[in-house]
C-alpha cells in the first residue's frame, strides 16, 4: 500500500508542472465562434465541410455557398442562459450572367448576443440606472466556383459591441476553400476564420485579440440515407 502510494506521489510531482486551468479572456468577440444553427451544434459546432442546400453552412466556411441555397432564409433564435439571447439570421441568394454562366452565389447575415438588462450601482451599493449588453455582428459574404469540384469564397464580418457607456468595433473575414466529389459525396473544408483587427477598443490602452482559428474536415454521406460521417 504504501508502495502505491509512494508511486502516485511521485507521478503527480512529475506532472504538476505541465497541468493547466481552463484558459478564457484570451479573445474579444467570443460570441463569434456561437454556431449559426441547432444542426451545426449538434455536429460539434466547427463543422465547414457539408455541402447542401442549408445556408448555415456559408456562414461557417464561405465556400460552401451554393446554387441550392438560392432564396434560402435561416432563423435561429436561442433563449440562452438567464436572460440572454443569442441567435443568427440569414439570407442567400445565386446570380447567373446567363443560363449558362454562374457569376457566384452570396449571402448575408446578423449573428447577435444580447445579455439582457442590468442595474447599475455606486461605490456604495446606491441604484444609479439599468443598462444592456449586446455583441453584433454584420455578414457579408460570396463564393465562386474555380471548377466543377472546387469553390472559394469569403465573408466579411463588421462586429461590434456594446456594454453600458462602453463600446468595441472590428473587422474581420473568413477565407475558404472546399473540395466536393458529388458522386462519391465526399467534402472536404478548410477555412480562415475570424482574422482582424479591433480598431476601436473598450479601453484605449487595452487592444484585445479576435477569436482567430484555423478549421478543416472531411465528410462523407451515406447513399440514400441522411446520415454523414464527419
Known amino acids: 500500500m504504501k508502495k502505491k502510494s509512494l ?14 486551468a481552463q484558459i478564457g479572456g484570451q479573445t474579444i468577440f467570443q460570441f463569434l465562434n456561437f454556431p449559426a444553427s441547432a444542426r451545426i451544434d449538434a455536429m460539434g459546432g466547427t463543422v465547414n465541410n457539408i455541402h447542401d442546400d442549408d445556408l448555415n453552412f456559408g456562414f461557417q466556411n ?115 476553400g472546399a473540395y466536393y466529389d458529388f458522386r462519391k459525396e465526399i467534402c472536404i473544408g478548410f477555412s480562415l476564420k475570424n482574422f482582424g483587427y479591433e480598431f476601436n477598443q473598450f479601453s484605449s490602452h487595452n487592444h484585445e485579440k479576435l477569436p482567430f482559428n484555423i478549421q478543416a474536415g472531411i465528410s462523407k454521406k451515406l447513399k440514400h440515407t441522411p446520415f454523414y460521417f464527419l
Request: net charge positive; aromatic share 18%; hydrophobic share 40%.
Open 7 to 20: 508511486v502516485f506521489s511521485l507521478i503527480f510531482f512529475l506532472l504538476q508542472n505541465i497541468l493547466f
Open 62 to 176: 464561405p465556400a460552401l455557398y451554393s446554387e441550392e441555397m438560392n432564396n434560402r432564409v435561416s432563423l435561429s433564435p436561442v433563449f440562452y442562459l438567464a436572460d440572454s439571447k443569442y441567435g443568427f439570421v440569414g439570407y442567400s441568394h445565386s446570380f447567373r450572367k446567363n443560363s449558362l454562366k454562374k457569376i457566384g452565389s452570396f449571402g448575408a447575415g446578423i449573428q447577435y448576443l444580447n445579455y439582457g438588462k442590468f442595474t447599475g450601482t455606486d461605490n456604495w451599493g446606491y441604484i444609479t440606472d439599468t443598462f444592456s449588453a449586446n455583441d453584433l455582428a454584420f455578414i457579408v459574404g460570396g463564393s465562386r466556383q474555380y471548377n466543377e469540384k472546387l469553390s472559394y469564397g469569403v465573408n466579411l464580418k463588421f462586429i461590434t459591441s456594446r456594454y453600458n457607456i462602453y463600446t468595441a468595433n472590428a473587422l474581420a473575414a473568413d477565407i475558404g
